[in-house]
């Protein structure tokens, strides 16, 4: 090769100038308007999607919280229904005596007898619709252990009644029998 043919012409210099200026111009326009943008618009598509799948976790969350809340609402309002249905109809006056006489000697407990001491409304709002009746329950010959099951038996069988107190004396003239006195709160609906 000859030196001659090494050499570029001025001409070609100026054009591989030209080019290569052209060439850095046009990289830095591709990466000025075409992948600038691109990249802001990517970074907020992913700031966006994170920000939705926040939304959507907390919303599922929501979603489970109001799933759980309808559960116990439907349990607590069977819940209410069915107490509603076991509060007996009429003055409880009427029908709570008669109803203990026959719950003691159904557990061998031949005397009872049953008071109402006091009754009135419940202070909570939600329980409006409910009255309170307090008794007083004497079972004046008893034995211990019939005693502690026929209580037992009434709580269990009785959701709408507790026994707030309890007092048990031995009878002095039978010691095996004890006097056993009782206060009962029951809670009745309005009619």
């Known amino acids: 090769m000859s030196p001659t043919q090494n050499k570029l012409s001025k001409d070609q210099i100026q054009k591989l100038i030209l080019s290569a ?24 598509a992913e700031a ?18 109001a799933s759980n809340l309808e559960q116990q609402a439907t349990v607590a309002t069977a819940r ?17 005596p008669p109803r203990m006489k026959l719950f003691f000697v159904n557990q061998q407990i031949e005397k ?17 619709e409910w009255l309170r009746y307090t008794w007083q329950v ?19 069988t009785e959701p709408l009644l507790n026994i707030s107190r309890l007092s048990i004396k031995a009878d002095a003239n039978n010691p095996q029998y004890q006097q056993v006195s009782l206060t009962i709160n029951t809670t009745v609906l309005k009619r």
Not at 21 to 36: D, N
Not at 80 to 96: M, R, V, Y
Not at 112 to 128: C, F, M, V
């Open 21 to 44: 200026i052209g060439f850095v111009g046009l990289i830095y326009v591709y990466m000025s308007f075409f992948l600038g943008p691109l990249s802001k618009s990517r970074a907020a």
């Open 48 to 65: 966006r999607t994170a920000d939705l799948q926040g939304k959507i976790a907390s919303s599922k969350s929501e979603l489970m919280k």
């Open 80 to 96: 209410f229904a069915g107490f509603k249905a076991l509060s007996p109809e009429g003055a409880p006056i009427a029908w709570f």
């Open 112 to 128: 009872s007898t049953a008071r109402l001491e006091s009754n009135g409304p419940y202070k909570q709002p939600e329980l409006a």
């Open 138 to 156: 004497e079972l004046p010959q008893t034995d211990f252990a019939t005693a502690g099951k026929a209580l037992a038996q009434l709580e269990n």
